[in-house]
């Protein structure tokens, strides 16, 4: 069975539930600039790039995608909500875009996984 098709059948016997605010989230870390910025090389402050974390601190990205599957997620978003060139210009991330999006994914992939061999 397809992923869609599996989707559908799920959907149609229950209400899915999904994640919350990942922004507000991560304002509870009460993260500084260095912690968005990492080891990477930058010229713009990056205070506030949240996308950008999934390369940083993954561990903090990790833990809240956990905490909503734990809650009882049924789906997690993948923490890219501005990661487009255009959105990325701000802080000239626009080089990362695509490595912040398949980061991201593999990232909230793999806490779903986890989290599916928890519980089915």
């Given at each position: 069975m397809s992923a869609r098709q599996a989707f559908i059948e799920r959907a149609a016997q229950q209400i899915l539930v999904f994640d919350g605010g990942y922004g507000t989230s991560i304002q509870q870390h009460k993260l500084q600039e260095a912690d968005y910025r990492g080891s990477l090389d930058l010229a713009k402050d990056q205070k506030?790039?949240?996308?950008?974390?999934?390369?940083?601190?993954?561990?903090?990205?990790?833990?809240?995608?956990?905490?909503?599957l734990v809650a009882g997620a049924d789906m997690i978003e993948t923490n890219t909500f501005s990661s487009t060139r255009v959105a990325m210009a701000d802080y000239g991330c626009e080089h990362l875009v695509r490595?912040?999006?398949?980061?991201?994914?593999?990232?909230a992939r793999a806490c779903a996984d986890k989290a599916g061999a928890k519980d089915g």
């Open positions: 506030g790039n949240n996308d950008l974390l999934s390369l940083t601190r993954p561990d903090i990205i990790g833990d809240i995608h956990d905490a909503y490595q912040i999006n398949i980061e991201s994914a593999k990232l």
